[in-house]
């Protein structure tokens, strides 16, 4: 069983920063697609960043761009997202996913190729 667990939201000031972690398991994490989600209230889920299999190839939305990167551990199991310049409007659950279904050297921006998901974790930015 694939099992994604998300940790390190929290509530954080306007311009600070947050770094995100998301670790798998049940799975050959090396040949997974990583990707970072979020749903703010009232709104859809939507992109934010995705990685290749070694980390090579990465895509971040434009609405982060600049502020937001995204990296991986392959020995740890473990995708991170370091959240820098934070704004209000960054306010979401930030949502980890895998895509197993992927070549060496892909990343997808979209949600649908993503067959497992993590719970979310909370990162509110507000004085």
């Known amino acids: 069983q694939v099992q994604l667990t998300e940790s390190g939201g929290g509530l954080v000031e306007p311009g600070g920063s947050r770094s995100l972690s998301c670790t798998v398991s049940?799975?050959?994490?090396?040949?997974?697609?990583m990707g970072w989600f979020r749903q703010a209230p009232g709104k859809e889920r939507e992109f934010v960043a995705t990685i290749s299999w070694r980390g090579t190839r990465k895509s971040v939305a434009d609405s982060v761009r600049g502020r937001f990167s995204i990296s991986r551990d392959n020995a740890q199991n473990t995708v991170y997202l370091q959240m820098n310049r934070l704004k209000p409007e960054d306010t979401a659950v930030y949502f980890c996913?895998?895509?197993?279904?992927?070549?060496?050297?892909?990343?997808?921006?979209?949600?649908?190729?993503?067959?497992?998901w993590g719970r979310g974790t909370q990162v509110t930015v507000s004085s």
């Open positions: 049940g799975r050959t994490f090396g040949s997974l697609v």
């Open positions: 996913a895998a895509d197993d279904n992927s070549v060496s050297g892909a990343y997808s921006e979209t949600s649908d190729r993503y067959e497992y």
